[in-house]
């Protein structure tokens, strides 16, 4: 373990500040992957500047738009159980339950979720090549074992995928993130928020050096009628997502009004196409209609040696969680969903 400085920040401009005018200083939060992967030697700081103590952005908030703004440090725990986000916002809930473990999500904040780094197994082996973590050596999932990478949006230089379940709701409710900076203040759409890794993969997102995100803001709409969350993994419990589907429908009868569908675990980023959704609007939320928005969806999808089968997996799942989102008892607490 290198020798780093920890110092509480007690305002925006105070952390903005500490981590802007310092070589290698960065913001910690939970801590629950920052500190890993300093523990590893995969990343570096020099200085670490904690943003915990800063007051205003532990709350969730109604706006007067309708909407609620998700304080930063906000813990993922106090998120998933709020109960303006259990009743409005069931996706999003539901999502972030479906992650890590108890102990985690009582650590880990949201603003850190959205920060979290890919769990590609070369990214987290500091021996084998890797353009995320160096760049510039090579990729070794591409001709290595990539069965949990991706199949949409990759590059010659990186495959692998955004871990988070937290965010392939919060892209499907097309929330807005707030951030800070040396600059002023500016807000992202989530779809604008990650990237795609190109010839850039140690770039995970468009935030800029010294820039802090103090919130998040979810429209008014949280889809609390007809939502479904499915997650697919090795494991059933403290495993990252192979496919992972964030649904939500707006329903007038049989008939969809409106569609919400993100993927995670398939791409860089959470996987969201628009044409798929303004697909489904006026026609029935059948199965066949639910497959023919798949084909959109996973329109240009690359398999590799090991994880072709993500594909049709991802295919399956979209159907799947259409249907569950008719029912959305099935996605109480305690429910085992059967469709
Ligand atoms: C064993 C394990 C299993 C997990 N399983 C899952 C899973 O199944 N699904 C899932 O979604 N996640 C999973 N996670 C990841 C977990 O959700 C993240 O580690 C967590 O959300 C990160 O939040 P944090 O507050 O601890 O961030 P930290 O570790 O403190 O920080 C992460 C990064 O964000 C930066 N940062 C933190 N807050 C801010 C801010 N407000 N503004 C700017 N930069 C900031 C830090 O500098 C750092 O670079 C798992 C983690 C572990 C350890
Ligand atoms: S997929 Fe990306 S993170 Fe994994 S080894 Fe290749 S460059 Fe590194």
Redesign the pocket.
């Given at each position: 373990m290198n020798n780093f400085s920890y110092r509480k920040a007690y305002s925006v401009p105070d952390a903005v500040n500490q981590v802007s005018t310092q070589a290698d200083a960065?913001?910690?939060?939970?801590?629950?992957?920052?500190?890993?992967l300093l523990k590893y030697n995969l990343t570096s700081a020099v200085a670490l500047v904690d943003?915990n103590p800063i007051e205003g952005y532990h709350a969730i908030e109604e706006k007067t738009d309708g909407g609620l703004r998700l304080g930063?440090?906000v813990t993922?725990a106090d998120t998933a159980y709020h109960p303006l986000i259990e009743t409005r916002y069931p996706l999003l809930s539901k999502a972030i339950l479906?992650?890590?473990?108890g102990q985690?999500?009582n650590?880990?904040?949201n603003?850190?979720?959205l920060?979290?780094r890919t769990r590609c197994y070369y990214f987290y082996d500091a021996n084998a090549p890797c353009n995320k973590r160096e760049p510039g050596t090579g990729c070794s999932a591409i001709g290595g074992y990539n069965r949990i990478m991706a199949i949409l949006g990759t590059s010659e230089s990186c495959i692998a995928v955004f871990?988070?379940?937290?965010?392939v709701a919060l892209a499907a409710l097309e929330a807005v993130v707030n951030i800070s900076g040396p600059d002023g203040e500016r807000s992202l759409p989530f779809a604008q928020f990650h990237r795609l890794p190109g010839d850039t993969p140690h770039l995970d997102n468009n935030?800029q050096s010294g820039?802090?995100?103090?919130s998040v803001d979810l429209p008014a709409n949280g889809f609390a009628n007809n939502y479904s969350y499915l997650k697919l993994r090795d494991r059933n419990s403290?495993?990252?997502?192979l496919v992972s589907v964030a649904t939500g429908l707006e329903l007038e009868g049989n008939t969809i009004k409106e569609a919400r569908m993100a993927l995670g675990g398939v791409a860089h980023k959470p996987w969201r196409v628009t044409e798929a959704e303004d697909f489904l609007r006026n026609k029935a939320a059948s199965p066949e209609n639910f497959a023919a928005a798949a084909e959109i969806i996973l329109k240009g999808a690359v398999g590799y040696e090991y994880n072709s089968f993500k594909i049709e997996l991802a295919k399956r799942a979209i159907v799947r969680n259409g249907i569950m989102a008719l029912h959305p008892e099935t996605q109480l607490p305690g429910a085992h969903p059967s469709a």
């Open positions: 960065k913001f910690v939060a939970g801590g629950t992957n920052l500190i890993d943003v930063a440090f993922n479906a992650g890590a473990s985690i999500r650590m880990a904040t603003g850190g979720n920060l979290q871990p988070s379940d937290m965010c935030l820039e802090i995100i103090t403290y495993a990252f997502a």
